[in-house]
């Protein structure tokens, strides 16, 4: 099995992953620093911070099927810390927003999040990440209980379709960009979505097999 063998490794491969996280807010500071933001640093700053949001929501939901398609069962390891990144991201995205654009003026912020399609739909799928970054911890899981806490955090799939509608929604012309990460999204969905029917299907008929071999028991 390629990967980590050692918990060791595995320590060492999670602190690589931990930096490298954070390259792209490391790249958006150095460029505020250095004037190399363009035009619009504040738009920038605040669409980085988005997409960024929106590739760790779609990275962390790769990390299943990529454990199931190469049997890289380690992979699993890393998703909490991708998961927390998106989490993090978002807030950074937010707090842009609320600062940089909206001056902190809360009248305003609650008038457009009430008016502006896009920005209702990208406060959702913020208010929704908040349960599953609360419930994050190893305490937590062993207080929700695998099961509760598993359905809970089936939620991160209306996240992330959230995430493409708000980035539809916003995008004026060309919506490229939006259709690929909706077209991948899909993807990542789909597969579930084919792997549990063919689970579904294979339970099915191993209690068909059951019935029949117990019917044919003398
Ligand atoms: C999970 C939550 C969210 C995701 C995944 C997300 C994702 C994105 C993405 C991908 C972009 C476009 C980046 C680009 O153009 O390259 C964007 C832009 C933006 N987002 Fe979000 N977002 C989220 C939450 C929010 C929230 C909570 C707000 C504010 C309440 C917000 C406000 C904005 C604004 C104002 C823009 C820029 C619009 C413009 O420049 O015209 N987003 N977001």
Known sequence: MAGPATARQLAALKRILFVLCLVPLLRLAWGAWDDALGANPIEFIQRSLGSWTLNFLLITLTVSPL?????????????????????????????????????????A???????????????????????????SSDAMIRRL?????????????????????????LVKRDTTLP??????????????ALWRELERQRQTAGADLGKRTLRNTP
Do not use: E, N
């Open 67 to 107: 454990r199931r398609l190469s049997g890289w069962h380690w992979l699993l390891r890393l998703r909490r810390m991708l998961g927390l990144y998106a989490f993090f991201y978002a807030m950074l995205h937010l707090v842009s927003y609320l600062w940089l654009d909206q001056f902190f003026d809360w009248q």
């Open 109 to 135: 912020i609650a008038k457009d999040i009430l008016k502006r399609p896009f920005i209702t739909v990208g406060m959702s799928a913020f208010m929704l990440l908040l349960p599953l970054a609360a419930t």
């Open 145 to 169: 209980g695998g099961r509760r806490w598993q359905q809970l955090h089936r939620s991160v799939y209306a996240i992330a379709t959230l995430g493409v509608v708000h980035y539809w929604w």
């Open 179 to 192: 259709a690929l990460y909706a077209a991948l999204l899909g993807l990542l969905l789909g597969i579930r």
